[in-house]
């Protein structure tokens, strides 16, 4: 069983540019959230996608953008990038979206913005 | 809205001494709790969480917590330190109608002495 996989490991961009995350769910799994970490905090939900359809969003704002696929991998899109961007962005993936159940976290993509 | 307060950025104990990291959260309905742990340059690992039911939770590699509604409190527990417990820990809180949204605390790094 593959677990959930990023790419790339690490980027650096430049202030006004644009990103685009990858992420590959695990096996059987239909959900997939993205939280951004930012040094020395915790993870916070940036949106999550449920067959291929946004269910529900964080306090990001419209610039913060993302897909699902027929395969239930995603992307997060980020355009006009700003030095605050600068972050871990967390993946994880699960089977449905219930409050019990467990999500499974990838490795993360580390995003410098310089 | 729910929010997690985990007091201590750093906890430093001595190999085999008692591990506890505090967590207390908020939350105006019944809370959905989690202990994940990070290690460096890895995604979150799930250890515990805490549904419904009994209130004192076993989850892997030793550790334990036990949800006080009282108290608002959610502490994460190990009774002997190991070498390889030392990471970073988040708890999380969300509630059945946010699903797996969760809202993570800002996390505590801990250091084992030999």
């Known amino acids: 069983e593959t677990g959930v996989t990023q790419s790339p490991t690490h980027l650096i961009k430049t202030r006004g540019q644009q990103v685009t995350l990858r992420c590959s769910s695990q096996s059987g799994h239909n959900t997939v959230s993205w939280y951004q970490q930012a040094l020395g905090q915790g993870p916070q939900f940036i949106f999550q996608?449920?067959?291929?359809?946004?269910?529900g969003r964080g306090n990001f704002p419209p610039r913060f953008s993302g897909l699902q696929f027929p395969n239930y991998s995603s992307e997060l899109n980020v355009n006009a990038l700003e030095l605050d961007d600068s972050a871990l962005y967390l993946c994880?993936?699960?089977?449905?979206?219930?409050?019990?159940?467990?999500?499974?976290f990838g490795p993360g993509t580390r995003l410098t913005v310089l | 809205a729910q929010s997690v307060t985990q007091l201590g950025s750093h906890v430093s104990v001595s190999e085999g001494a008692l591990v506890l990291l505090r967590c207390n959260y908020s939350s105006s309905v019944p809370p959905y709790l989690f202990w994940y742990v990070q290690y460096p340059n890895q995604g979150l690992q799930l250890l515990l969480k805490?549904?419904?039911?009994?209130?004192l939770v076993k989850g892997i590699n030793g550790f334990e917590a036990e949800f006080k509604k009282s108290e608002t409190s959610f502490h994460l527990t190990k009774p002997s330190a190991h070498m390889s417990d030392a990471a970073e820990y988040f708890c999380a809180v969300t509630i059945r109608e946010y699903g797996n949204k969760l809202v993570f605390g800002a996390g505590t790094i801990l250091r084992v002495k030999s």
């Open positions: 994880a993936s699960s089977l449905g979206g219930l409050a019990g159940g467990e999500q499974f």
């Open positions: 996608y449920y067959r291929e359809e946004e269910n």
């Open positions: 805490y549904t419904t039911g009994a209130t």
